[in-house]
């Protein structure tokens, strides 16, 4: 099974985001970037699969500008293969959208036949969660979303637990298909000092975007980003009978 792993680069999670004074977006110059958390989760998942037998090859693809280079080295650090960098302009690239993302995966999994395509369930800047069901849709592909636990499931079936609001959801997936992964899929390795090394002389193939022939026109226009509300400090009372009180001030209580 050879398997494509997309992995996005983002504003570090640990980065306080600051929204830009016209309101347009965030500040992304200057500050700490990374690989999108649950896309370091996919590839780990597709790791472990190649150290157990099931997978023969793991590819990293990014779309993004040339600094999506860094989490692609980063990825062949963590057991990646090789990786593939569909490049466009840092300016394009502020306006991806998930179409475009899919879109692009389905040429690079058509010219090059890969058997499975493991993101992460959404990335931490635009928390859209939109790209693996588009590319199961375009490619005609069984998709297992928000997976939790992956196993063989034979005769040519990988067995998938998914996390909903129920509970757990057990199901048979028929290769190829489209998985994303969810948080508690696995926990992924640290990229040790010699892997990073060995990961300088790893293949990594660079794709102008037009060589694909994909139209990036944005479809979707951001009119206004603003920061969330600030939360209002909370207060002190001294028993149930005041708490009681104030909810039924506040209109939380009937009376």
């Known amino acids: 099974m050879k398997i494509l792993v997309g992995v996005k680069r983002v504003v570090d999670y640990a980065v306080k985001i600051r929204v830009k004074p016209d309101r347009s977006g965030v500040f992304t110059e200057g500050v700490q970037h990374s690989m999108n958390p649950f896309d370091e989760i996919a590839l780990e998942e597709a790791v472990k699969l190649k150290e157990k037998k099931l997978a023969t090859e793991v590819v990293a693809f990014s779309l993004g500008g040339p600094k999506s280079a860094e989490v692609l080295r980063t990825a062949l650090a963590k057991g990646a293969d090789k990786a593939i960098h569909v490049q466009v302009s840092d300016d394009e690239a502020g306006k991806l959208e998930s179409f ?10 058509e010219q090059e036949k890969f058997d499975a395509v493991f993101l992460g369930k959404q990335a931490i800047d635009d928390d859209s969660s939109q790209t693996a069901p ?10 297992a979303l928000y997976a939790s636990k992956v196993e063989e499931g034979g005769s040519g079936h990988m067995k998938v637990t998914r996390e909903i609001d129920g509970g757990l959801d057990t199901i048979k997936v028929k290769v190829p298909f489209v998985l994303s992964a969810d948080l508690r899929l696995n926990e992924p390795r640290y990229a040790t000092l010699p892997n990073i090394m060995k990961a300088k002389k790893k293949p990594l193939k660079n794709i102008p975007i037009k060589d694909l022939g994909v139209d990036i026109t944005p479809q979707t226009e951001t009119v206004e980003v603003t920061e969330p509300p600030v939360r209002k400090a909370g207060g002190f009372v001294e028993d149930v009978s005041a708490l009681v009180a104030k909810l039924k001030e506040k209109g939380f209580v009937k009376a």
């Open 100 to 109: 475009h993302v899919a879109k692009t995966l389905q040429k690079i999994v």
């Open 134 to 143: 588009i590319l199961a849709g375009l490619l005609d592909w069984p998709q």
